[in-house]
């Protein structure tokens, strides 16, 4: 036998063991069952469950686990079970009350449970902590190194995330169409900060699958770091919403960065490798277009307008886009007549706060186009996990219909308190896959 449709179900039984099932030739004993699920519950003989480990438990269309249950084993010592085989890739496991468990469950989780967690160091579930004031015993939690299903935090008392001081990962198994978030952080009237103590791995387990986080209707003060944003930038995380503000920041914070703070082309500093605020570049800012040549980070959008460069190779480095500005557009390349491409090769991921439109037009008759014939500043963009992340619209006369161009100034400034609110809008992204 190689699958088996349905589901399992071995309760109060006199087994030792479940070597009865056998395995396929290549290892594998594929079980759907998302309808009925897998229960081995109340097997007092039971010891041996190492048949599980060559086991896949299949979820449904929508990236939905099994029900998935080993509990109340008394002789099975479990512990080793879900860092061993194919269940080290679920994230529902629910194993309980067995002679040895291996994890602690986190959809448990209240404030009169807390103490009962002080020994733990992997959850499985999630980190689930909803309607609950008090944080007194938060600190039980500060052993947790892995949280299997991310974390959500709601209409809580929780202030800052200082008490996860040991955690190291942080895992959903997320499709695109699905919405298990591995970051929600709502409705915390208090939560001022996130303040990791160290920023964890953010890891989805299905690898086609998005990184999504939501955080809002928080304290109207909650700042993240620059540090914290390029975290999320560089693990690729997408948000449903954004609303937070970014902290004030010292050299020391981000010492491996050179950070600055867009004025002109003629006034920014050589070699930045961060820059807060809209680049802007205009006829005779050419001999100043390599500056950018070590940009990594943009907290703003781009400019090019009525320039005679002949390519954009100084950005060839730039990897991360968060555009904060909603009213204008992300990218606005315009009148450059020598420019025949506009390529920007090393883009992994742009957040903004809802505008992804780009501009291009009156540059050069033979302007690049990608080989079908459309507009992009990408190549490679294959999957849909990474056309969601990079996605944009683009418009103007270069792409299509011609556009009004609102010519841009250099004297805009960004605050650097900044609020911004992104929304994805998921219909988007169900219709997109479904098609």
């Known amino acids: 036998m190689t699958s088996l449709y349905g589901g399992l179900r071995i309760e109060n039984s006199k087994m030792t063991n479940l070597s009865f099932f056998p395995a396929a030739q290549n290892g594998l004993l594929k079980i759907i069952c998302k309808t009925y699920g897998v229960y081995i519950q109340n097997n007092q003989n039971l010891k041996d469950v190492s048949s599980l480990e060559k086991m896949y438990m299949y979820e449904d269309e929508f990236g939905e686990e099994c029900d998935y249950r080993i509990e109340n084993n008394t002789k099975l010592d ?44 992997k959850l499985f579930r999630g980190l689930n902590y909803e309607n609950e004031i008090m944080i007194n015993n938060l600190d039980a939690l500060s052993n947790l190194e892995v949280i299997k299903g991310g974390i959500n935090i709601q209409d809580s008392g929780v202030h800052n995330l200082s008490f996860l001081e040991n955690l190291t990962s942080l895992k959903v198994n997320n499709l695109i169409v699905g919405q298990k978030l591995i970051l929600n952080l709502v409705g915390n009237v208090i ?66 960065m050179n950070i600055c703070r867009f004025q002109s082309m003629k006034e920014l500093e050589d070699n930045c490798n961060l820059v807060i605020g809209d680049i802007i570049m205009k006829s005779g800012d050419e001999e100043n277009f390599q500056k950018l040549k070590d940009l990594v980070y943009l907290f703003g959008s781009l400019v090019i307008e009525n320039t005679t460069i002949e390519n954009m190779e100084p950005l060839d480095k730039l990897r991360y886009i968060l555009h904060l500005n909603g009213s204008n557009p992300i990218v606005q390349i315009v009148g450059n007549q020598k420019l025949k491409r506009a390529y920007l090769p090393s883009v992994q ?28 500043l990408f190549e490679g963009v294959d999957s849909d996990e990474s056309k969601l992340r990079l996605r944009l619209d683009y418009i103007g006369g270069d792409c299509g219909e011609e556009v009004v161009i609102v010519y841009r100034s250099s004297s805009s400034k960004l605050s650097v308190l900044i609020v911004f609110s992104f929304v994805i809008v998921l219909h988007f992204v169900s219709v997109h896959c479904n098609n």
Request: aromatic share 10%; with cysteine; hydrophobic share 30%.
């Open 78 to 121: 479990a512990e080793d079970l879900c860092d061993t085989g194919y269940p080290r890739f679920f994230m529902d496991l629910k194993v309980k009350g067995n002679m040895k468990d291996c994890g602690c469950q986190g959809d448990e989780i209240i404030h009169l449970s807390l103490p009962n967690y002080k020994n733990c160091t």
């Open 191 to 256: 939560l001022e900060r996130l303040a990791f103590p160290h920023l964890p791995e953010l890891k989805n387990m299905d690898g086609k699958g998005v990184k999504l986080a939501n955080i809002k209707f928080n304290h109207p003060s909650l700042c993240l770091t620059i540090e914290e944003y390029c975290f999320f930038l560089e693990n690729n995380v997408s948000f449903i919403h954004l609303d937070t503000k970014l902290c004030k920041y010292t050299k020391n914070e981000t010492s491996t």
């Open 349 to 376: 991921n742009i957040v903004v706060n809802g505008n992804r439109t780009a501009i291009f037009q009156d540059n050069h008759p033979e302007f690049f186009k990608n080989e079908e014939g459309s507009c992009s």
